[in-house]
């Protein structure tokens, strides 16, 4: 792409399609909801999401889901996978190493408006998280045996399944978004606020709003839904403290959706074709966007 050419680039509801390439820069999962990412360099797309992400929830005694929105400090909690554990590790105390296949005592949780199915991981682990958090909880592992659906609605009724995800298996964020809001704000925030799994670079900001498609090979990922942000990309994602209502305050200048009642950044993504392969970074989209598409931004 030559020089200037992608601050120039925009896409317009007169062209049928308009179909651009773009690179990933960056591939994420969250083990935990809510705790610390793991950034990857290459990530298997399964039918939940990518491998591992979002399978592992805390919960409430009673089995409902906490995430940063309640408790911030789950940002100090780091997590790594070995071949078959998920270890976690928080600023004190001894790690903690969970198998990857854990089952167990079965129980039903609530995520949102949705009841799954889940496996607790035991007093020990619950032990963790309490002593952590400085009030009672458990942890859980997604049991698949009880499908959790995305919302039809924006799917166009394609069935996308999901894990812990607060409601569709991908969010993509491009870097030219990232650095619109920094140029916008007096301190620059990193891109891990907003956690999502899949960056890419190439698009204009909030260029992602008009794609309908993102294509490499077989994969086909389909977006579907903007993203709503809630208070945890108020989050310090190192420190899990809150110190300003930013981002929020200045994306709601020029990211507010009435329709949504929110502001709005980075798209939700389900696959409709690649099931099994991988995606790496420095690879190469190509960005579709038709003729029903236009900016939110």
């Known amino acids: 792409m030559p020089p200037g050419a992608r601050d120039r680039l925009c896409f317009s509801p007169v062209h049928r399609t308009v179909t651009i390439m773009v690179q990933i820069t960056g ?56 071949d078959d554990q998920l270890v976690l590790r928080k600023p004190n105390g001894a790690d903690l190493s969970l198998p990857l296949n854990l089952t167990g005592r079965g129980l039903e949780v609530t995520i949102w408006r949705d009841q799954v199915l889940a496996f607790d991981a035991g007093d020990e682990a619950a032990a963790w998280f309490t ?30 399944l999901t894990q812990f995800a607060d409601g569709f298996p991908w969010l993509l964020i491009s870097q030219g978004s990232l650095e619109e809001l920094n140029r916008r704000m007096q301190t620059p925030l990193p891109m891990n606020r907003f956690r999502p799994n899949i960056v890419v670079d190439g698009l204009p900001p909030f260029g992602e709003d008009s794609v309908d498609e993102f294509i490499a090979g077989e994969v086909r990922l389909k977006v579907v839904k903007p993203c709503d942000r809630c208070a945890i990309p108020t989050t310090d994602q190192i420190t899990g403290e809150r110190t300003s209502d930013q981002p929020l305050r200045t994306l709601k200048e020029f990211r507010f959706d009435r329709n949504m009642r929110g502001v709005l950044f980075g798209q ?17 989209f190509e960005a579709t966007a038709g003729a029903s598409k236009t900016s939110i931004g």
């Open 27 to 82: 591939l994420n999962i969250y083990p935990v909801k809510s705790c610390r990412g793991i950034a990857l360099t290459q990530a298997r797309l399964t039918e939940t999401g990518f491998e591992h992400d979002r399978e592992w929830l805390v919960i409430t005694p009673e089995g409902r889901f906490l995430t940063q929105r309640e408790r911030p400090q789950l940002a100090q909690v780091e997590t790594a996978l070995t």
């Open 268 to 284: 939700n993504m389900i696959l409709t074709g690649g099931l099994g392969k991988e995606l790496r970074v420095g690879q190469q």
């Open 131 to 160: 002593e952590h958090l400085g009030k009672p909880a458990r942890l859980v592992r997604f049991d698949k045996r009880r499908k959790r659906v995305s919302n039809t609605q924006w799917t166009d009724g394609v069935e996308a």
